[in-house]
């Protein structure tokens, strides 16, 4: 988290700022359900409902909630913050109430009668945070893939994020460019005379040392954005080879239709499956083969598309069907070949399973496992495409500004750094930020 921030206000003569409310908790029936509130009305509306004096800040107190006619709705524990230390850096308040339907939605209402509030939409409570200095546009994407993370890779990912990893290391690279621009001022300065020492050198070191950290990040982001995304695993082969069936086992239910008739799966079917910790989409595809009709042309077609754009492959063959001639095609390094229906018999592969019998899917898994986190066992930091586009950009006008070095030209050095120094900055979110903030709110849930 960075600085605490003073209160957004309003601009003079702006209407006052409502304030916000929504339940932060999950939907669906619970212990417990947190509702937020933020904004300047807080005391005032908590105050009606949990009646004066409020509990002191920040100390959970049990109190008794009522309705405008003095009703029971429910005990809760009221929870309050400072403008100015808080989430939102608003005065904020915290309902922890029964989490039965009936009580939230009854405080809901409670709330939304009160004068100058309403329902906060989706990330509203998280838009004010970032307006009002409290978390960067990185550090809302790191928030955003931890309330989306499903597996344990993709939340220590994310919780990386959100620790201002990504942050602190631009403002490193900051640091660097900062000194390596006042050396190359100095020089611009002294142009006519003569200057006391050759900087060259030592700006020459600190730009090198920023464009490595900044390779590394860059070739690290393909596995954190994989990561964050989740790798597509595409089962291929020719019809009746047993894609269906793998996938069946895969997903401990009969997810797939299987026949003995070749032909039989037409469209992408997708199975999510947390393997140890790696998200992984299985993706059971048509047979592989010229098509009997249009329906299972187009299926082929699909599952070719979905194919070439998977994270890995694995191809199918048993003794009872000829190989895909597709297949040669769409292999890349790293793929599997799979002998399938070993309780007829084995033939040649990486390794032999039995759908059947459930024989050798499980180091099937390891071996896809053992793949696949090879490609992610780096510490990327990177693992948005906005944020990868901003380090692509900074990575080109550092090149440039190590160019004109080499030539001499300190005017020109100076301003590829400031385009350097832009692009970090877009990195972070410190400018650019309120194009994308739309976008990276749509996915977020209410009360956060
Ligand atoms: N003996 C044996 N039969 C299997 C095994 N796996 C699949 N089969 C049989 O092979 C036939 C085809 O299986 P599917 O899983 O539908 O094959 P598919 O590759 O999905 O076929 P298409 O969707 O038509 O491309 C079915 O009759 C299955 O019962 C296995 O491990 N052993
Ligand atoms: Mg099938």
């Not at 059971?284 to 083969?289: I, K, Q, S």
């Not at 160019?403 to 400031?418: F, K, S």
């Amino acid at each position: 988290m960075m600085d605490a921030g003073s209160e957004a206000r309003p601009a003079p003569g702006a209407a006052p700022r409502e304030t916000i409310f929504a339940p932060a908790s999950g939907a669906g029936v619970a212990g417990i359900a947190v509702i937020r509130v933020s904004g300047p009305a807080t005391e005032t509306v908590l105050s009606r409902l949990a009646g004066e004096p409020l509990p002191p800040l920040r100390r959970a107190v049990l109190r008794d909630l009522r309705d405008e006619a003095g009703e029971l709705i429910d005990q809760a524990i009221v929870l309050r913050f400072a403008a100015g230390a808080s989430y939102t850096g608003e005065a904020m308040g915290e309902l922890q109430c029964h989490g039965g339907r009936a009580v939230v939605a009854a405080v809901l209402e409670a709330l939304g009668r009160q004068p100058g509030c309403r329902l906060a939409e989706p990330g509203e409570f998280t838009r004010r945070a970032f307006e009002a200095g409290r978390i960067d546009l990185a550090g809302i994407e790191a928030l955003g893939d931890l309330l989306a993370a499903e597996t344990e890779l993709q939340r220590r990912q994310a919780a990386r994020g959100l620790g201002g990893a990504l942050h602190r290391q631009a403002e490193a690279w900051r640091e660097d460019l900062i000194r390596a621009a006042a050396l190359v001022e100095v020089t611009i300065d002294w142009a006519d005379e003569e200057v006391p020492e050759d900087v060259g050198p030592e700006v020459a070191r600190l730009l090198a040392g920023v464009r490595a950290g900044i390779a590394r990040e860059l070739a690290l982001s393909a596995g954190a954005e994989r990561l964050r995304e989740g790798f597509e695993v595409a089962i291929l082969g020719a019809p009746n080879v047993g894609k269906s069936s793998l996938f069946n086992v895969l997903a401990g239910r009969e997810a797939a239709i299987t026949a003995a008739s070749p032909g039989t799966t037409r469209d992408v079917l997708e199975l999510r499956y947390d393997l140890a910790g790696l998200p992984v989409v299985f993706l059971d595809t048509a047979g592989l083969r010229e098509a009997v009709d249009e329906v299972e042309a187009i299926g082929v077609a699909r599952a070719q598309e979905r194919a070439r754009g998977a994270a890995m492959r694995l191809f199918l063959r048993s003794g009872d069907a000829a190989p895909a001639a597709a297949e040669e095609c769409l292999r890349q390094p790293g793929d599997l070949r799979v002998w399938t229906k070993g309780d007829l018999g084995a033939g040649p592969g990486d390794l032999v399973i039995s759908a059947l019998r459930g024989e050798g899917v499980a180091e099937l898994l390891e071996r896809i496992g053992a793949e696949l986190s090879a490609r992610v066992s780096g510490e990327g930091l990177v693992g948005h495409l906005r944020q990868r586009r901003a380090l692509e950009d900074a990575a080109g006008a550092l090149a440039r500004a190590e160019n004109a070095l080499q030539g001499d030209e300190a005017e020109t050095v100076a301003e590829d750094l400031r385009a350097t120094f832009r692009a970090l900055e877009r990195l972070v979110g410190r400018i650019g930020a309120e194009d994308v903030l739309d976008t990276v709110f749509a996915s977020f849930c209410l009360g956060k």
